[in-house]
């Protein structure tokens, strides 16, 4: 019979690692397992609550994955018409930007943002490499349209460790994934949390300015404060799959009020004439950076 749930900590290609008992096992998964309908291209991921049965050393099989109560996924690179989950049962998002180093990518930062509210896990922004800014009161105000839709917006630098305190009190006892580009400091933050953590760093490639893959798995890691944390890779393009054109406004409630007022009912807010969202920019109603984004955004769905 198979044991009381454990947590997934760990998946490579054909094995998982369960925590399970104050002890890890190295499991395979039943082949009677399947993703088949699913949507998803992977039976397990990290994060999942499964049922292991073993006989007793430090090997199992999983029998069964318990429902989620969230997943953060993405287009699976090789079948983009499914999805790759890559963390289950997540509490909040931790979307890590650089201020320089590379230079913050509003649109990123968006894309998470959308994924998270549509996946229903807690978004946080945290910028990191503020010991970078020209103007640290100009990279705060840049960021003020995020305050104002209620996401907690963090300013860190694990150089000197400005906002660690905050970043250590949000993390306390939930299950966070750490999300952004390679070079943003994802890792670099999370051993300044915690010194210690089992995590390589990179530098940014002085040739393209971004940042050098330096996780190459998804792994669940735990916090000595209380919590887990999981480190993904960085990912430079982050799809919506199921996302349309027509349905992109409603996760920008920031445009939302000016959009009432275009003149076309069916106003993509990018290129008629006469549309209240532009004059709401060019007013300073409404953030240009965001406004960026959501043409960008507009532009890559179907």
């Not at 397990?44 to 953060?72: F, K, Y």
């Not at 287009?75 to 790759?84: L, T, W």
């Not at 430079?236 to 349309?244: M, Q, V």
């Amino acid at each position: 019979m198979p044991d009381a749930p454990g947590t997934v900590v760990e998946v490579a290609t054909g094995l998982c690692r369960v925590a399970l008992d104050g002890r890890v096992l190295t499991c395979a998964v039943r082949g009677a397992l399947s993703s088949v309908d699913t949507g998803f291209t992977n039976v397990v991921a990290v994060g999942d609550r499964v049922r292991v049965s073993h006989d007793g050393a430090d090997q199992g099989v999983i029998e069964e994955v318990l429902p989620r109560r969230s997943l953060l996924a993405r287009p699976d690179p090789f079948y983009s018409h499914q999805q790759q989950v890559l963390v289950a049962n997540l509490d909040q998002l931790l979307v890590v930007a650089s201020w320089r180093q590379p230079d913050l990518w509003a649109e990123l930062i968006d894309r998470y943002l959308i994924a998270a509210q549509r996946m229903g896990i807690e978004p946080i922004v945290c910028v990191n490499k503020i010991d970078l800014a020209e103007d640290p009161a100009a990279a705060r105000a840049e960021l003020a349209p995020y305050r104002d839709l209620g996401v907690n917006v963090l300013f860190t630098s694990a150089a000197t460790s400005e906002g660690l305190t905050r970043l250590r009190q949000l993390l306390l006892g939930r299950v966070t994934a750490l999300v952004g580009l390679s070079g943003v400091g994802k890792s670099s933050l999370l051993q300044a949390v915690q010194p210690g953590l089992a995590l390589r760093t990179g530098d940014v490639s002085e040739h393209s300015g971004q940042g050098r893959h330096t996780t190459t798995q998804v792994t669940l890691l735990p916090l000595a404060l209380g919590g887990y944390v999981v480190d993904t890779p960085g990912i430079r393009e982050f799809g919506l799959s199921g996302l349309t054109r027509a349905d992109l406004a409603q996760f920008y409630p920031d445009l939302r009020p000016f959009a009432a007022h275009c003149r076309f009912a069916n106003c993509s807010h990018t290129h008629e004439p006469e549309f209240a969202v532009k004059a709401a920019v060019a007013d300073g109603q409404l953030s240009p950076m965001r406004y960026h984004s959501y043409a960008c955004i507009y532009e890559s769905l179907p």
